[in-house]
């Protein structure tokens, strides 16, 4: 990774720091050999929390951008729309480490798997000399439905792209985007679980607004996953929730977003790296038509800043003896 000439300032949070390194890594093909991601963390950090944002990127190669059959609709549909402006003000409020995907996600999804690849859309299709994936192994389903590493259609609105992707785009994608940005993520959980003696990822996304289930009042305004308890200690998940229930905001856990990739790469509760999705309705931050910042997002902000917190304090206490030191300092 390259650090960038300047670090940026997130303004003074209660952390008490208002001057925070920034790395940059990866790069996204076709533009200039601009960074992937960058990675925003204050001297010292307050708690073991690492908020990340994969897919809020609005980096577009223009060439990328000419393909699309209706550029305008796919970035509105495939952006988690401005939760980036979320992530930095959790980060500035919190003192948590922060980690912002430039690279769009209609280049390359960061939630999917290396190899969760629509081959129908590659030009040559599926290479011969791939090897055949191994008995039990996760099916592609989801990519040949169009939702794979890069997506090909939106739900609804039908195909994205005109024309096939070349192999060799494909290839520059992987290694500048996924690789660079996993590889940054997993270093930087490493450093904070030897600091702290546990590490919380928290990967943050939106989502369209919900409708009400049967014997719900209102719909959830959040979504946390913990892939039905796999990717983080149950007793995280517990604090979430009750902290939420006792601020009457409508939550669900893992309907109808349990998590994906991400938390399944980085999430190994057993090795004191927690991992927990959360989904934030747009309709809370972004104006009526889900396209700009609104009114509601400070709102939002704060009630984030708050659950992060908990969250972070249960991770604090995952950790044991420095971290309890370190959080109550």
């Known amino acids: 990774m390259s650090t960038p000439p300047r670090s940026p300032r997130l303004g003074s949070g209660h952390n008490g720091s208002a001057v925070r390194t920034a790395v940059s890594g990866g790069v996204v093909p076709g ?25 809020a990127g609005r980096a577009y190669p223009p060439a990328v951008t000419a393909r699309m059959r209706d550029a305008t609709l796919a970035q509105l549909r495939l952006e988690d729309r401005y939760v980036d402006r979320l992530g930095v003000g959790i980060a500035r409020e919190t003192g948590a480490a922060l980690m912002v995907a430039h690279a769009p996600r209609a280049l390359l999804d960061l939630n999917r798997a290396e190899d969760d690849i629509d081959w129908d859309m590659i030009e040559g299709g599926r290479p011969d000399d791939l090897p055949d994936a ?7 389903a989801r990519a040949r439905s ?4 890069v997506p090909r259609r939106l739900p609804g609105s039908g195909e994205i792209w005109r024309g096939r992707l070349a192999p060799q785009e494909l290839a520059a994608r992987i290694d500048g985007i996924h690789r660079a940005y996993h590889e940054a993520l997993g270093q930087e959980l490493a450093r904070i679980r030897a600091e702290w003696g546990a590490a919380l990822l928290i990967d943050l996304h939106s989502m369209p607004p919900l409708r009400a289930a049967e014997g719900e009042a209102r719909a959830p305004l959040l979504v946390l ?9 149950n007793t995280l998940m517990g604090r979430a929730l009750g902290h939420l ?3 009457r905001i409508p939550a669900s856990q893992n309907r109808p977003y349990s998590g994906g990739y991400v938390l399944d790469r980085h999430g190994a509760p057993h090795a004191g790296v927690h991992a927990v999705q959360i989904e934030v309705c747009r309709a809370t931050y972004l104006d009526r038509h889900l396209a700009e910042p609104g009114a509601g997002l400070p709102a939002i902000v704060a009630m984030l800043v708050g659950l992060v917190r908990e969250l972070g304090a249960e991770a604090a206490l995952l950790g044991g003896g420095d971290g309890l030191r370190q959080a109550a300092e």
Do not use: W
């Open 225 to 233: 996953g913990d892939r039905f308890g796999a990717s983080c200690n």
């Open 245 to 247: 229930e006792a601020r």
């Open 31 to 55: 533009l200039d050999d601009a960074p992937a991601f960058t990675l925003t963390s204050p001297p010292r950090l307050r708690l073991p929390v690492l908020v990340a944002v994969p897919h």
């Open 134 to 140: 191994e008995p039990g192994q996760r099916s592609n």
């Open 146 to 149: 169009g939702l794979g590493l």
